[in-house]
């Protein structure tokens, strides 16, 4: 799970919901050095209904809340890798910024609009739903919640044209209530953040993920990407060393 990617080292060094692009582009290389294939949820969707053979090694990337930098920066080197991704967004269209950033001291900054939207699905992205206007869902009432959840199912696909089967709970914030709407608003997935099990499939409606946050170095992001997470500190030296090994193998063959 990913929310912005930058080109301000400052700001990726004080925030922990940045990351610098220059890290970005090395997580690429770590997942496309040790064969990992990005997939999206509706290619796994297409897996259960039989209409798809997965690759060996699928990885699901997210970017959450529909940064304009993630357009900006982040799209760009998935095209040059050849990666998809899934891009949660708000279905509030008339949004144009992160007003929920700036009261933990992150600068507003753009979102993205329909335009880049459609860009990226075009493109192969997946587009999933991140709520109406990105509140935390286990403090409003049952209406609220079902507005949140159901309309922007239909605002996004209203604007894509096609179904969305993927959610995002912001904040990774969310009750029974909140998984009740989800279902009937035909959602197939949603994403939460260390709240669902580790075993990818189990809980669809409630599904954890790995955060990649602004100091996590490239051990750290190898250790939760090639291990199963729930390991990795009895294993941390054999994959510290496997890592900087993988490293010091890409390096030699980029430069």
């Not at 507005?147 to 990774?172: Q, T």
Request: hydrophobic share 40%; net charge negative; glycine share 6%.
């Amino acid at each position: 799970m990913y929310q912005r990617i930058v080109g301000d080292r400052k700001l990726a060094d004080e925030h922990w919901t940045c990351t610098h692009i220059d890290d970005f582009h090395w997580h690429l290389k770590l997942l496309e050095h040790f064969g990992y294939t990005p997939v999206t949820f509706n290619d796994y969707r297409l897996f259960l209904e039989d209409e798809l053979i997965p690759p060996k090694k699928p990885i699901i990337i997210t970017f959450d809340d529909g940064y304009y930098d993630n357009y900006k920066l982040a799209f760009p080197l998935l095209q040059e890798y050849g990666m998809k991704a899934v891009f949660f967004v708000l279905g509030d269209r008339s949004i144009k910024s992160n007003y929920w950033d700036p009261k933990d001291g992150v600068a507003s900054t753009p979102l993205m609009s329909d335009q880049h939207i459609l860009e990226l699905d075009a493109a192969g992205i997946e587009i999933g739903s991140n709520t109406m206007t990105h509140p935390k869902l286990t403090m409003l009432d049952e209406s609220e919640q079902r507005h949140e959840i159901f309309d922007s199912k239909s605002a996004i696909e209203h604007l894509l044209g096609k179904p969305v089967y993927s959610f995002s709970y912001p904040y990774g914030l969310h009750d029974e209530c909140s998984q009740k709407f989800v279902a009937e608003a035909g959602y197939m997935f949603a994403c939460s953040v260390f709240t669902g099990p580790a075993t990818f499939g189990v809980q669809p409606l409630d599904i954890r993920r790995i955060t990649i946050s602004h100091n996590m170095k490239m051990v750290g992001f190898g250790m939760r990407v090639i291990t199963p997470y729930e390991y990795f500190d009895w294993i941390r030296g054999k994959v510290k060393t496997t890592v900087y090994e993988s490293i010091a193998t890409v390096k030699s063959v980029v430069m």
